[in-house]
């Protein structure tokens, strides 16, 4: 979640009036992008996730790749 919260603040402007596609192999990030709620600290990030979104006029659609089949985002992880 920090991940896409980063990317967010860095580029939600430029993203203005877009669809962004999520491709994540965690579990409760997609089904936090997808309720839009997470039941834990990492409900901060998400809400700010939703607010740039909304601001910026931005469509967030998420899709949950299997961990092993998903090779850029577990390269991704390890930073």
Not at 9 to 15: A, P, R
Request: proline share 0%; aromatic share 10%.
């Amino acid at each position: 979640m920090h991940a896409i919260a980063y990317i967010f603040n860095l580029w939600s402007t430029n993203w203005q009036y877009s669809a962004l596609s999520i491709h994540t192999n965690s579990i409760v990030v997609y089904h936090g992008i997808k309720k839009t709620v997470i039941c834990s600290i990492a409900n901060k990030l998400l809400r700010k996730i939703i607010l740039a979104a909304i601001a910026h006029d931005i469509i967030i659609s998420v899709k949950w790749i299997l961990g092993n089949l998903n090779s850029l985002a577990n390269t991704l992880s390890r930073f």
